[in-house]
């Protein structure tokens, strides 16, 4: 698993899509707004989650990749996850991939840079209570809502 938060020239993320869609060595990507993500962490559980959702076929997406954002921003419909959080931006989104390519190639075949991997989301978009977190991390919370998500499928 990779991720990197990155910059394209490129102004279409529909154009970097297919891109990464034509690449051969990777088995799942998403390209996400940062906005949306408090850490790598939540990244792997999504995947985790997404790829048993698919063996135990209880998937509510046709595409492992769409499943993925569904886990990511705790939503019941792919519909809303790719609106919600699915990247917009090509100036600053972060790209996950699983698979054997390597990051500079991809970063080349899209045109982009790489930027500082940091964490920024956005509070109000994950509805995320500031008093909550007094006592529990964005990303506790942020976990709490994908296991919800879960029972409410």
């Known amino acids: ?23 051969k060595n990777i088995t799942v990507y998403q390209t996400i707004d940062p906005k949306y993500i408090v850490s790598e962490r939540q990244l792997e559980i999504a995947l985790d989650k997404a790829e048993n959702a698919f063996k135990q076929g209880k998937n509510k997406s046709n595409s492992l990749n769409n499943e993925l954002l569904l886990w990511v921003c705790a939503e019941k419909h792919v519909s809303q996850a790719i609106n919600k959080s699915g990247a917009k931006k090509t100036s600053d989104f972060f790209l996950f991939y699983k698979g054997k390519e390597k990051s500079d190639t991809i970063l080349e075949q899209i045109q982009a840079k790489k930027l500082k991997l940091e964490f920024t989301p956005d509070l109000k978009a994950l509805k995320i209570d500031k008093n909550m977190l007094k ?6 919370l ?3 809502k994908m296991s919800v998500s879960y029972l409410e499928r």
């Open 1 to 23: 698993m990779v991720l990197i938060r990155i910059s394209s020239k490129i102004e279409d993320i529909k154009k970097i899509i297919k891109i990464l869609d034509n690449l």
């Open 135 to 140: 006592i529990y991390s964005a990303e506790d």
């Open 142 to 144: 942020v976990l709490e």
